[in-house]
Nanobody, 123 residues
Framework: EVQLVESGGGLVQAGGSLRLSCAAS????????IGWFRQAPGKEREGVSC????????YYADSVKGRFTISSDNAKNTVYLQMNSLKPEDTAVYYC????????????????WGQGTEVTVST
């Protein structure tokens, strides 16, 4: 059974940093496409960063390029999202995802989702 468990969210001031973690079980990250998505109140879920192949470059949404970095530790079967220079508009619930066949960073491509971790960026 595939399970994804996020952690690391919280309240941070604008300009600060957070690192989100997603521990996986039931599969190995190097065999799956992985991603981070977020959903702000009243908005649709959007792709933040995704990796679809072991030799591919990560995708980043324009709004987070240069500030967020996705990485994985295959030995720990954990994926991370390092978020720097946070802005109030980054406030959202962040979800990690995985799928064996995803090719991009759209929500409909991913079958497995964590429960989400809330990030709040204050001014």
């Amino acid at each position: 059974e595939v399970q994804l468990v996020e952690s690391g969210g919280g309240l941070v001031q604008a300009g600060g940093s957070l690192r989100l973690s997603c521990a996986a079980s039931g599969f190995t990250y190097d065999e799956y496409a992985i991603g981070w998505f977020r959903q702000a109140p009243g908005k649709e879920r959007e792709g933040v960063s995704c990796i679809t192949s072991s030799d591919g470059s990560p995708y980043y949404a324009d709004s987070v390029k240069g500030r967020f970095t996705i990485s994985s530790d295959n030995a720990k079967n954990t994926v991370y999202l390092q978020m720097n220079s946070l802005k109030p508009e980054d406030t959202a619930v962040y979800y990690c995802t995985a799928d064996s066949a995803a090719w991009g960073c759209e929500p409909y491509e991913y079958d497995y989702w964590g429960q989400g971790t809330e990030v709040t960026v204050s001014t």
